[in-house]
């Protein structure tokens, strides 16, 4: 069954300090987002990205947060400078179709500042 | 308006018995209405969905029941088992402008 996959699993970094998360959606899919879920609440969405660009954003995603289709299989989430609270796990997802909005979700990155 | 309720935070069940979780909604432009399922230290996976225009869902053990003018919808587990134990979460669309609106998630224990 095809899934979508993100790398790293686990991602530590000092607070101040760029990250990249990267994530390979399923390969017929044209709608990819980024969600986030701090420990023990509700996912949170963070950004959508279809046609090479970005079609919504929510609060969270301000100008530390970017996102990038750089080939034609991978989709990345940048923290330009990481801070304490950015500390959550990072859910990549795509969908084949928007009117259908079934999203399929990768296991997640945990990233924790320090 | 863009929020979604659920409860209860968590819920125990017995083995055999029916795990009811219920959302509420606001935003009335929200047309899909899909559960997903998480067990820890994985992503939500895509249960079971709905939209508006039935009033009930049912996909094996797990049915979703709607009520549109109440802007209430619910997932029924039946048969409930200690597998099924995992955080649940509704969520809630709108078709052609997604993304998902999650409510809070509820814990359920399935004991033997």
């Known amino acids: 069954e095809p899934e979508v996959t993100q790398t790293p699993s686990h991602q530590v970094t000092q607070m101040g300090q760029e990250v990249i998360l990267r994530c390979v959606p399923i390969?017929?899919?044209?709608?990819f987002y980024w969600y986030r879920q701090i420990l023990g609440q509700k996912v949170e969405f963070l950004v959508s990205?279809?046609?090479?660009?970005?079609?919504?954003k929510s609060e969270i995603f301000d100008d530390q947060f970017s996102v990038e289709r750089p080939d034609g299989s991978n989709f990345t989430l940048k923290i330009r400078s990481t801070k304490l609270e950015d500390s959550a796990m990072y859910f990549c997802?795509?969908?084949?179709?928007?009117?259908?909005?079934?999203?399929?979700f990768g296991q997640g990155t945990r990233l924790t500042v320090v | 308006q863009q929020q979604v309720k659920q409860s209860p935070q968590s819920l125990i069940v017995q083995k055999g018995g029916i795990s009811i979780i219920n959302c509420a909604y606001e935003?009335?432009?929200?047309?899909?209405f899909p559960w997903y399922q998480q067990f820890p230290g994985k992503g939500p996976a895509l249960l079971i969905a709905?939209?508006?225009?039935?009033s009930e869902k049912k996909e094996g053990r797990f049915t979703i029941s709607f009520n549109k003018s109440a802007k209430q919808f619910s997932l029924h587990i039946m048969d409930s088992q200690p597998g099924d134990s995992a955080t649940y979460f509704c969520?809630?669309?709108?078709?052609?402008?997604?993304?998902?609106?999650f409510g809070k998630g509820t814990r359920l224990s399935v004991i033997a």
């Open positions: 997802a795509s969908s084949a179709d928007s009117a259908v909005s079934a999203a399929f």
């Open positions: 390969s017929n899919h044209l709608y």
């Open positions: 990205f279809y046609n090479n660009e970005i079609s919504e």
């Open positions: 935003n009335t432009a929200f047309d899909y």
């Open positions: 709905i939209r508006p225009d039935v």
């Open positions: 969520a809630a669309s709108i078709i052609r402008n997604t993304p998902l609106v």
